[in-house]
């Protein structure tokens, strides 16, 4: 609900448990007043609160109070001396700017965002429009919130009203304040096969700031940043989220004031960022999904959740069943050929694995990665019979065909680099930096993303494909476009990820029966921007049930379990080199989209008939995995053990996954309070066959018997009357 108060200029916006309230104070400027737990429209009161921080417009003195007022979109070189949301260069260098509010509309549903990720539906929004004093900038804040969810979406457009171009060297999303900075900063961190490691420190005085120049979202920081208030538990105590709906190189601040106020921003990373605006255009920032909880980090989690699976996601998959898969990439890299492939094909049958996917590896010249990267038809020397054959063999044993692209790459040795050079990212007297032997391909240009579209589409519409999964396995250097004038050369990477949604959406919509994983090297690229093309992600390249666990585990904080690819591999773990019990590959991949990253040829008889029990299990647990709420009870990070439960949300079913991640001398069993079952409830549990009320599994617990490490339990609830 929003509603707007004309005598004291303040607007309300209202989600389930939060409030947000704003106000257009005496001099002009939009004002934070409060972020956090219902608060009511008490216009006069907040007016009077807010009043010591705005300037007096008849002198625009700042000292004392002008250089601390809670802003919604912070301006430069004003008065304001901490970090402004935009920077508006006008051609004479000129970089002053003051934004004041010139009107505003409310609306139902959401705002037109073209070309970008967003949310998709449902909401009501404020759009407020606010004017530069110095420059012919319009900026226009849209705010929507949703009835059913404590998110707030919120991102900010540029126009330019003028005749004249002016340079936008910062245009963030979002900016906000809290009267206090009295909170640890929760970072999702990492690195190539650790992705999305928690990290949690508390905030001092000045800037800290979260970002990736890579130009994608990156394994090394995840486009996310949590506040937790220092009682803030699991269960308890307050906390915020800040998540971009975004792809490429983003930057999030959080800045500590002098007088210990805080000012939170983000949106595409201005490192090296310049948009050139000319006269009438306007420049859109990605959307930023806000959250707040008075209920812990777990209630977070939770609401982003629903909000990324009701409003993000593609609405024909969020809630579709996944296929379960086997993908061959561990089991045979590059080296393979028809017969490697159908012995993998062949012993699928009977297993209830849904799909075959045929990785990286079957086009052009792409038997080592030196080469390949862009051909995208079929190496009939090293397949005979090419696709078809493939796919005729996965039909004779029930399985539909998923195929492996990387299409934003190229290798030096492919027919597309040596027809088209100066498609890759490259500049004339800089030296090539290569990754994995490969450049980036130049999105930024229409025709590249048109050629590609061209050749990815005659594969998919010439065979019975029906899984792709998107890879991406280098990070973006040179940073320049042959095809970009010099004063638009800070364009680059915000204009790059443009070119990648520009052709996820064409060919999501042109194949809409194709379900699309993203991949980056594992979970590079682990973002609610992705997850509005692609309805899940490959979460890391490390398939190490110990490992897996952290991943998930950090994954889950601010994304849903389906969102996340998991499968069993082999061991010891091609990684790792650790060896897991194979139930436990199977707990821990349960927890997502499901599958098998390993030669099933190879399979003992018993791990063919623990495959049996999995696949059949998954069927019976993955309408929770799908729409469900996740509870998280041990932290392997902090405990012995990696403890997690979804809950059904009518409160009927429940599935527990626990392993045991440390060995420890305790041969007794242990005690786990279970955790969102209904009190009033009583549940059966099929593997103890035990009954008891959610009010004794949640105050009391269950015991969890002795395993020794690695070892795993899963138990099924299900009410009973
Ligand atoms: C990346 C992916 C892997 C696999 C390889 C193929 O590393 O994360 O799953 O597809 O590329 O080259």
């Not at 799909?355 to 030196?370: C, E, P, Q, S, Y």
Request: aromatic share 12%; net charge negative; charged share 25%.
């Amino acid at each position: 609900m929003i509603t707007f108060e004309k005598k004291t200029r303040l607007f309300h916006l209202r989600g389930k448990n939060y409030s947000y309230l704003m106000y257009v104070n005496q001099a002009g400027f939009l004002q934070t007043l409060h972020y956090g737990g219902i608060a009511e429209s008490d216009g006069e009161f907040f007016a009077a609160q807010g009043a010591p921080f705005a300037p007096d417009a008849s002198n625009w003195n700042f000292d004392m109070s002008f250089s601390e007022m809670p802003s919604e979109y912070a301006f430069f070189a004003h008065g304001d001396f901490r970090e402004p949301t935009a920077i508006v260069s006008r051609e004479d260098g000129g970089v002053a700017s003051r934004f004041r509010y010139v009107s505003h509309k409310i609306y139902r549903g959401v705002p037109e965002v073209s070309g970008m990720p967003h949310a998709r539906s449902g909401g009501e929004t404020l759009e407020i429009t606010l004017k530069d004093d110095f420059s012919p900038a319009e900026i226009k804040l849209n705010y929507t919130a949703f009835e059913d969810s404590d998110v707030l979406v919120r991102n900010a457009e540029i126009l330019n009203t003028g005749d004249r171009p002016f340079m936008l060297k910062r245009a963030f999303s979002f900016c906000t304040e809290l009267p206090d900075g009295k909170f640890s900063l929760m970072r999702l961190h990492g690195t190539w096969g650790a992705e999305r490691s928690p990290d949690v420190k508390p905030l001092g005085y000045g800037t800290v700031r979260l970002q990736s120049m890579r130009g994608t979202s990156s394994h090394q920081m995840n486009p996310f940043m949590g506040l937790l208030r220092a009682n803030c538990t699991e269960d308890e105590g307050e906390c915020y989220g800040f998540q971009l709906v975004y792809s490429g190189s983003f930057a999030l601040t959080a800045e500590v004031s002098p007088i210990g106020r805080l000012r939170l921003q983000g949106g595409v990373n201005d490192m090296n960022f310049g948009w050139k605006l000319e006269a009438g255009e306007r420049f859109v920032s990605p959307q930023t999904v806000l959250c707040y909880s008075a209920d812990g980090l777990g209630n977070l989690s939770r609401e982003y959740a629903d909000f990324l699976r009701n409003y993000v996601i593609h609405p024909d998959y969020a809630f579709r069943r996944r296929p379960v898969v086997v993908n061959h990439w561990e089991a045979t890299e590059f080296n393979y050929d028809n017969e490697k492939l159908f012995e993998i094909i062949d012993a699928a049958k009977g297993l209830g694995i849904d799909t075959f996917v045929m990785d990286d590896g079957w086009f052009g010249a792409r038997d080592t990665d030196f080469a390949g990267l862009g051909d995208w038809y079929v190496n009939e020397k090293k397949l005979k019979g090419g696709l078809k054959a493939v796919i005729d063999r996965c039909k004779k044993n029930g399985l539909k065909f998923g195929l492996w692209f990387e299409p934003e790459m190229v290798n030096e040795d492919s027919d597309l680099y040596r027809a088209h050079p100066d498609w890759a990212i490259h500049q004339d007297g800089v030296a090539l930096c290569r990754a994995r032997n490969q450049l980036v391909l130049d999105f930024t240009r229409k025709e590249v993303v048109d050629h590609i579209y061209e050749m990815m589409s005659k594969v998919l519409k010439e065979n019975d494909i029906g899984y792709v999964k998107w890879d991406m396995n280098r990070h973006i250097t040179e940073n320049f476009s042959a095809a970009l004038p010099p004063d638009r050369q800070g364009e680059l990477m915000h204009r790059f990820t443009l070119g990648v949604y520009d052709l996820a959406d064409r060919l999501t919509r042109a194949f809409p029966e194709i379900l699309f994983e993203g991949c980056a090297s594992g979970g590079g690229r682990f973002d609610s921007g992705m997850l509005y093309y692609f309805p899940q992600i490959w979460t890391s390249d490390d398939t190490d049930a110990y490992e897996r666990a952290k991943i998930q585990w950090g994954t889950s904080i601010c994304y849903p379990l389906s969102s996340m690819s998991c499968h069993v591999s082999v061991c010891p773990n091609l990684q790792t080199h650790r060896t897991i019990p194979f139930a436990t590959r199977g707990a821990v991949a349960s927890l997502g989209a499901f599958g098998y990253e390993l030669n099933l040829a190879e399979m003992s008889a018993e791990e063919r008939e623990l495959t049996k029990k999995q696949t059949a299990d998954y069927l019976k647990t993955d309408e929770l995995i799908l729409k469900g709420d996740l509870y998280r009870i041990c932290s392997p990070f902090t405990d012995d053990w990696f403890c997690e439960m979804v809950v059904s949300k009518d409160k009927k079913n429940a599935y527990l996954v626990c392993e045991r991640l440390r060995g420890v001398p305790l041969y007794l069993p242990q005690t786990v309070r279970l955790k969102g079952l209904d009190p009033e409830k009583k549940y059966f549990i099929e593997e103890t066959k035990l009954t008891a009320s959610g009010r004794t599994l949640m105050n009391h617990g269950i015991a969890i018997p002795y395993l020794t490490e690695y070892e795993s339990m899963i138990l099924h609830l299900r009410e009973i009357k």
